[in-house]
Structures are given as structure tokens and as C-alpha cells.
């Protein structure tokens, strides 16, 4: 491998992390008494310097990059942007010392959405926007965003290959992968700004409207608020950022087709979106019954509120927040812990196992029964009308028994570190599937202030495998061996 150019393309995603920087600079001088100037200056002056360095001394003319150079591409940029990133919060202390800040960076850049900080709302503006920026940024991926800078449609395609998990790819195999990134980050921006201007008319602030409409659109679920959404007490908010992050759960190059392309029949001819909307509505439905029997809301309205939004958040992987569900009677809580496994569509900014390799799975074992029971039956496992080689069929239960052992592996470390059953299983959950909050210590009105440095490191681990989706992160081990 030439390890020149990957450096050379790291440079150039530290120089678009730059960016995000002095957009939340101007904001901090553009806010009277802002006490993250000099934090952020300084960490504009490191990363960019940092990142122009190999671009000056590295010449990549002519070179076509390999499916391993992409890889490592790919993950070094994720890397270095996650350490070049925590500069901000590092520069301005008080309580963010290094593990602090970078496991701030950390779960903003992969939208994991969890938080060390007990009170948000005493950050500067300026650091405000560049935590929200970060998720921003992660939603679409790093390397997704700077290639489409890029000229030379082979690398193009060979990064955005690295980046973009094959399951996303086989959804709309017959596009071009440069033509879907540039759909992905066209309907991505066109989201978020719609969701701004609908949260505006909410009534909501502008800073606010525009940092809740980022972090919904990443699914993240960091906000600029300690109490999360609960904050607003604002029905119409919460209706626009439901649909938001449903709408940032589905396959990215469908949302194109029906809101860009003005196809709104798109979206519902897709089994695998009718299979996600389907299992939302069904949550929604069992947690509002759970919550009026059990007598935890005064009347079916309220809980249907609630179990909306509460839902939305947790299926999308984005961790907004309107209750406490800690208080949630079991059977409600139960229903959320299986919609923080499964999530949203691949080709969304949602983390998770995904529909699309739930369905496949689930249609495999269906196969797998029916040649059981007629041996000589042929059947062909069909997703939206295509066939799906047996790879495919493969790949998915390949990727959802390392996601588990992930999980298994990661919960346990959090036991042995000195967090109790709940707390430790769902917090595993929550970081491998980018969700955020979890139950126990972790819950939806909690953080991750209490936990050690040792788990705070393990737990941005998992977060990092997670929004790499597990087999980039085993590639670069195989080439480095």
C-alpha cells in the first residue's frame, strides 16, 4: 500500500474538520462574551496546519487507490478527525479533561449521541455548535463528504465503496456510487434545512432550531439543552422532529427519489421502509397501551405523545429525549431495548443491525425452513422486487453474529467495570448500535459522567466499530498484520 497518499487523504478530511471549526469560531466571536474564541482558533490553527502538511509534501497524480488503501483511508480519517476534533473542548478544560473530551468527540462524530457533560446549557455557544457540528459531519461520514470534492471518479467510488456498507450499495445496485453519495448528501442537506424552518415556525430560537435540526438529521440526539426536548415542553417541535428522524431513518437515495425527484411512492413501495415504518407503528402502538393501562399517563393522548416521540428516537438511534424512561413500566422498556437493536434502513445516518439485514435474515431462516420441509423447493429470497444472491443472505448473518458477540463482549467489560446488570448491557447496546442512552445510570435523562476512564475508552471503542460497522475495522487489522 502507499501509505503517502492515505496520509495524503486523511490531510484533506482534517482540513474539512477545519471547516467545521471556523464555522463554530465565527460563532463564538459573533456571540458577546463567547469564552470558546481561543480554544477554537487554536484548534483551527493545529488541525489545519496538520492537515495542509501532507498535501504540500505528498504527490498522488495518477494513482488509483486499492479497495485496502480506501479502507485505511477510511478508518484513519475517522480516527484522526475523532482525535484532531476533541482540541476544542481539550483548550477550554474545566471538565473536560482528555478522556472527557474525547469521548465527547468520539460519540458526536459517530452519532452516538452519549454525553459526559452534567450541565450543557453552561458551554459556550461556540463549543455548542462544533458538538453539534460533529454530528453533523458523522452523520454522512467523513470520507463520504470530502470525496465529493474530489475529482477522479475511480477513487471517488473506491472511497465511497470503503465508507458505505455493502447492504446500503445492494439497495440501489443499479445506480452508480457516485451518483448515490451525491444523492445522499443532497437529500441530507435539504433535510436539515427543511427541519430548521419547520422548527422555526414552532417557535423555537434560531441557534436552537438549527442545532435540534442537525442532530435529529444525523440522528444524534445531542442538544443544546440539559433536559434534551423535554426542555421545550412544544408539541409542534416534537411532531416536526419525530418526522425528521424518521425521516433521516430511510435509505437516503429513496428519500432523493421521493422529496427531491418529487416520487413519493417510491419510499412506500420498498418492502424494507414498509418493514421499518410497520415495526415503528407497532412500538408506538404496544408503549402507548403499556403506558395507559399501567396508569403512568393521565390520559391516551398524552401517552400517544410520548411513546411517539420516545420511539422515533430510540429505532432511529438519534437519543432525543421528552421522559424519563427509566420509569417506563418493563414491558414498554423491553420494546425500546429491541428498537435500539434493529434501527432504521441502511443508507440512512441511523446506526444499528439496520431493516435491510433483519429482513434478509428473517427471510433466510424462512427459506430455510420451507427447503427443510420440501427439499426440492427453489426459492429465491426477493428484497423490493430484487433477488438477493445467497452472499448477501451470508453477509447479513455474518454482520448480526459479530454485532452480537460486539455487544456480548463490550457488556460484559462494562460488568466487570463495575456497572450493574442493566446499566452494563445497555449501555453495550447503546454505543455499538449509536444510540446513546440506554437504561439504569445510562437512561434517557442520564450520561455517561460516572463511568470510568477504563469504560469510558472501551465504550468509544464500541462506538467507533459500531459507525465503521464492524468489518472495516477487521480489514485494516488484517492489512496492518
Known sequence: MNWKVITWYIGVSLLMVTVLMAVAAIIAFATPGDESRIPLLYSVFLTGTVGAFPLIF??????????????????????????????PFLFYGKEFTIINALFETVSGFTTTGASILNDIETLPRGLQFWRIATAWVGG???????SMLMSGSSNRTTLSEAEISSVARDAFSGVRMGSFTTRMLVTYVALTVSTFGALKLTGMGWFDSATNAMSACSTCGFCVR??????????????????????????????????????????????????????????????????????????????????????????????FATKDTNLWPPLSMAVLLI????????????????????LLAWKGIARKVSMTVTPNLVKPIRVDGHIRQDDCVTDAFSYIFCYLLVLVVFAAVNIAGGQDFMTGVTASIACIGNVGPGFGDVGSMNNYAEFSAFLKATSMLEMIIGRLEIFPILYLLRTIR
Not at 301 to 319: C, E, H, K, N
Not at 342 to 350: D, Q, V, Y
Request: glycine share 10%; aromatic share 8%.
Open 58 to 87: 505528498v504527490r498522488r497524480k495518477g494513482h488509483h487507490l486499492t479497495f485496502r488503501e480506501g479502507n485505511s483511508i477510511v478508518v484513519g480519517a475517522w480516527l484522526f478527525g475523532c482525535l484532531f476534533g476533541m482540541f
Open 140 to 146: 454522512i461520514g467523513i470520507v463520504t463528504l470530502f
Open 226 to 319: 440539559n433536559e434534551s426536548i423535554a426542555f421545550y415542553a412544544n408539541p409542534a417541535a416534537e411532531v416536526v422532529l419525530t418526522l425528521a428522524m424518521l425521516a433521516s431513518g430511510i435509505n437516503f437515495g429513496l428519500l432523493f427519489l421521493a422529496l427531491i425527484k418529487r416520487r413519493p411512492r417510491r419510499i412506500m413501495k420498498s418492502e424494507t421502509v414498509r418493514a421499518f415504518l410497520g415495526a415503528v407503528a407497532v412500538a408506538i402502538a404496544v408503549i402507548t397501551a403499556d403506558l395507559a393501562i399501567n396508569g403512568k399517563y393521565p390520559s391516551l393522548p398524552a401517552a400517544l405523545r410520548d411513546a411517539s416521540f420516545q420511539v422515533a428516537s430510540i429505532a432511529t438511534t438519534t437519543g
Open 339 to 358: 428498537c435500539s437493536l434493529i434501527c432504521g434502513c441502511s443508507g440512512s445516518t441511523s446506526g444499528g443491525i439496520k431493516m435491510d439485514r433483519a
